[in-house]
């Protein structure tokens, strides 16, 4: 597939707008994406494999451009071009809007909010200091310079303020009450966010008049990588003087389900959770585990309903507590992320609710 196949498509979807089809059709991602790339868990060097290389960079899937070191832990990427489109369109910057954007990256989407909006417009800072001159590189060859900074993206940047939008690519669990007040009031805030339970899903959230808060629903169901220092920790646990009985629900329900992950998560935010393949398990079977650093708890996956199915150990019964929450979610109706929200403050409460900000909820 072409850049200009993929942009076809895009429009066709409904993923990206009228507005922003010239902007993408010139910004193709191969011109901000290094040569080594890992797809699909291989990487693919664009000298040994230059076919390879340009259809994935064309297609429509996220991209890993870098990984922590002696790890396979991504720790930068090119998103997927529909996320990337979408974002776009739920950022609303329209030209003579001032942007800050937190996450560099190869410079992909900086490339493109320049283009619309010419780079005294554009602040973009990036924690990593190689990836900033790589992208800084980048943009300049294609005639655009936006303000590039190798910095704390979460300290945003006050020289530059007020923004009209700040556009975050990293997931957070917690939004720095800086970026509210660089932002105008009516200003928008758009950041991927989740819990340690669920990541994620997309906020939009509008400052407020007097810009003292940020609120407003989640509206896109994404999974981003996490800012550098708010990545969850699984913490330490000793398993002992283990609890066991039956599960009331199919953990699968909560595995497979993003909608009653994500409500969960926001009801037990601390909860850390993973599925893995439990070999050593007489029923080799799958089994979601869960913990908050101190108890812990996991369900099978097959046989559910057993009598020793559920392990529990600690002084919080987890799966009894994720039990409660997808009752409760169950009762309200099994909302979809987009019915619920979020709201900030400046002095950095975070409230989450369902459907109106007066319903909290956690």
Not at 7 to 26: H, K, M, N, P, V
Not at 63 to 69: G, M, P, S
Not at 169 to 178: H, I, K, M, S, Y
Not at 324 to 333: E, T
């Amino acid at each position: 597939m072409t850049w200009d196949k993929l942009t076809d498509a895009l429009r066709e979807s409904g993923a990206l707008s009228a507005d922003w089809e010239q902007i993408f059709r010139s910004t193709p991602r191969d011109r901000f994406t290094p040569d080594r790339i890992r797809v699909d868990g291989e990487w693919i060097d664009r000298t040994e494999h230059p076919d390879r290389w340009s259809e994935a960079v064309t297609s429509d899937q996220p991209l890993v451009t870098q990984v922590y070191d002696d790890t396979i832990t991504p720790s930068s990427s090119s998103s997927m071009p529909t996320v990337v489109a979408k974002m776009l369109w739920h950022l609303d910057a329209a030209p003579g809007m001032r942007v800050l954007e937190i996450g560099t990256g190869t410079g992909w989407t900086s490339g493109l909010l320049t283009g619309r909006l010419g780079a005294e417009n554009v602040v973009t800072v990036e924690a990593d200091p190689r990836l900033a001159i790589d992208a800084r590189a980048q943009l300049a060859s294609m005639g655009r310079t936006p303000t590039v900074l190798a910095a704390d993206g979460m300290l945003g940047h006050f020289a530059g303020a007020p923004y009209d939008r700040l556009h975050l690519t990293a997931a957070v669990q917690r939004l720095p009450g800086a970026l509210i007040e660089q932002t105008k009031p009516g200003g928008v805030i758009l950041v991927p966010y989740g819990t340690a339970f669920c990541n994620g899903a997309l906020a939009r959230l509008a400052v407020a008049d007097d810009g003292k808060s940020a609120s407003g629903p989640f509206v896109e169901d994404v999974a981003f990588m996490w800012v550098r220092d708010q990545q969850p920790d699984s913490g330490e646990f000793d398993i002992e003087d283990v609890r066991h009985g039956p599960s009331e629900i199919d953990p699968a329900d909560v595995a497979d389900s993003t909608d009653a992950a994500f409500a969960i998560g926001l009801r037990l935010p601390d909860l850390f959770r993973q599925s893995v393949w439990a070999s050593y398990d007489r029923l080799g079977t799958g089994r979601f585990e869960i913990w908050d650093g101190v108890s812990y708890a996991h369900c099978r996956l097959a046989d559910w309903s057993g009598k020793h199915a559920v392990s529990q150990s600690g002084p919080r019964n987890l799966w009894d507590e994720v039990t409660a929450a997808h009752g409760w979610w169950r009762q309200h109706g099994s909302p979809s992320l987009h019915r619920f929200g979020l709201t900030v403050s400046v002095n950095g409460e975070h409230r989450t609710w369902l459907d109106d900000p007066a319903n909290v909820i956690g």
